[in-house]
Structures are given as C-alpha cells and as structure tokens.
C-alpha cells in the first residue's frame, strides 16, 4: 500500500511539473532587432544631448553680443553727448538719440526672447553676430573722428551734417537687425520647430506637393 501510495505521489508530481513546463525559443532575427534599435536609441539619446549643448551655446553666444552691443550703445550715446557744443541741440542729434533708445528696447526684447525661446537660438546667431560688428563699426567710426587732431572738423556744418547722416545711419541698420531676430522669433512660435531645419521644410514642401497632385488625380477618376 505504501508502495502504492508512493507511486502515486511520484506520479502526480511529475504530471504538475509538466503542466508549468515552459518551452524556451530563440529568435535570431528578433534579437537582431532588438540589438539594433538599442543601438538607435542610444545614437538618439547621443544626438539630442549634442543638440541641447549646440543650443545652449549658441543662447550663451547670442547673450554675450547682447551684452557687447549694449556696452556699445551706451558709448555711442556718451560719445554724441560730449561731442562737440554746437550740434547738442539739433534735431539731427534728437532723432539720433531717439533711435538709441529704441535699439536699447530693440535689444532688451530680443535678450528676452530668446531667453524664453532658447531653441531659435541657434537660427539667430548669424544676425546677432552681424549686429555686433555693425555697433562695433560704428563704434570705431565716432572713435577716429572725436580722436582726430583736427579739432575744428566738426565745427564746419557740412562736416558736421555728413557726420550725423552717418552716425544715424548705421544706428538705424543696426535696429533693423535687432528687431528682425525680434520678428523672427515671434513669428517662429506659430510654426513647427522641424520646419525651421531646410532640409526638413523642404521634404516638407515637396511631400505637400505630392499629396496635393494625388489629390487632383483621384478627383478625375
């Protein structure tokens, strides 16, 4: 009986052990995949940290030209100030000085900006850049002029004239600069950042016009 029993049990025990038996498979082309999209995963992950530093400097970059055509403005306006007596109070030097301080707001909005919109940075780098040397050239320019030995050169009214055509001038191409970053990043907010890459925006275009064709071609049918 106990040999029976026994039997038995052993019997039961193997029939359990089979009803939680799990077979085990390999996949080698499972496996492929899965190995390379970890790889993609990883190259993504790589890339978007690349992207944020680019970002991150570009921004830093933008900052520091901010920075400088700010430090320029203010010589600008000191520069025309202690300039010389007889031209303080003409309208010239009034609109000259109007237009300064519209590059001051002009440059504060944009520093906001892309504070708050990092990301376009890197779109508006070129024409931060181009801003700089323009206050820089401008800059130089009322430099060589106060520096000059001639003394009485300002004092001629036709000197003087071309002197604030000049001065008031490259002010007012600078503020067009500054505020197209300004109007760039406005308007920028309103479309999709991956239409601002070219080549993105192109396939874009592209993929609209065939869309648009097998639109028109369905219709005849």
Not at 47 to 52: P, Q, T, V, W
Not at 102 to 118: D, I, N, T, W
Request: net charge positive; hydrophobic share 40%.
């Amino acid at each position: 009986m106990k040999k029976f029993l026994a039997a038995s049990f052993f019997l039961m025990s193997i029939y359990g052990f089979s009803q939680n038996y799990v077979t085990m498979y390999y996949n080698p082309d499972f496996y492929a995949q899965v190995t390379a999209n970890h790889g993609v995963r990883i190259a993504s992950e790589s890339h978007i940290r690349n992207k944020y530093e680019s970002i991150k400097d570009k921004y830093e970059e933008v900052n520091q030209k901010v920075a400088q055509i700010l430090v320029i403005r203010q010589q600008l306006h000191s520069y025309l100030t202690n300039v010389n007596s007889l031209i303080a109070n003409g309208q010239q030097l009034k609109r000259i000085y109007a237009d300064l301080q519209l590059l001051l707001s002009h440059v504060g909005e944009m520093s906001q900006l892309a504070g708050q919109y990092p990301e376009y940075a890197i779109f508006c780098t070129p024409t931060a850049n181009k801003a700089y040397f323009k206050a820089l050239e401008c800059q130089q320019y009322l430099t060589s002029l106060i520096l000059k030995e001639d003394s009485g050169y300002l004092i001629d009214m036709h000197n003087r004239t071309l002197f604030l055509a000049k001065v008031q001038g490259e002010i007012r191409d600078l503020n067009l600069l500054i505020y197209s970053v300004v109007l760039f990043i406005k308007n920028a907010k309103s479309i999709p950042y991956w239409r601002h890459i070219p080549n993105m925006n192109l396939y874009y275009t592209m993929d609209k016009e065939l869309i648009k064709q097998i639109l028109q071609q369905a219709s005849w049918l």
